[in-house]
């Protein structure tokens, strides 16, 4: 992901910055240890006018935590992100739309007061 953000600037956001977690078979991985590169992936975002995804579909796979997780959601705000927006990862009809209320009190909390929407892949910033 850091290489993408390094030499790729033609995409809006970044989506499923920790999908691991999904995946992993030995559990869930200290974020201690990869927040050095997490950090430099959010600093490289923000300084290019781009923004993240937080995915509600954590709920539907049973996660302890968002995707990307709380920690990660924090440390974007902390390094001035605000550029964010909301999937529901619809696979299916039922999915659409699932877990919206809950994500945007959970934004809300953290101090995030938009999320956005992209037209023409510029952000239109729309009240939590």
């Given amino acids: 992901m850091l290489n993408l953000v390094r030499h790729y600037q033609n995409y809006s956001v970044p989506g499923h910055l920790d999908l691991i977690v999904r995946y992993d078979k030995m559990g869930g991985y200290p974020f201690s240890e990869v927040r050095p590169y997490v950090t430099d992936i959010l600093k490289r975002v923000i300084a290019d006018g781009k923004g993240i995804e937080v995915n509600t579909s954590s709920h539907r796979y049973g996660l302890k935590d968002t ?3 709380g920690e990660i959601l924090e440390l974007y705000y ?31 909390t953290i101090g995030f007061r938009e999320f956005c929407t992209f037209e023409r892949m510029e952000p239109v910033f729309h009240k939590l």
């Fill in 67 to 69: 995707t990307p997780s």
């Fill in 78 to 108: 902390w390094l001035g992100g605000r550029v964010i927006t909301l999937g529901s990862d619809s696979h299916k009809p039922e999915h659409l739309g699932s877990y919206m209320g809950e994500t945007k009190e959970l934004l809300k």
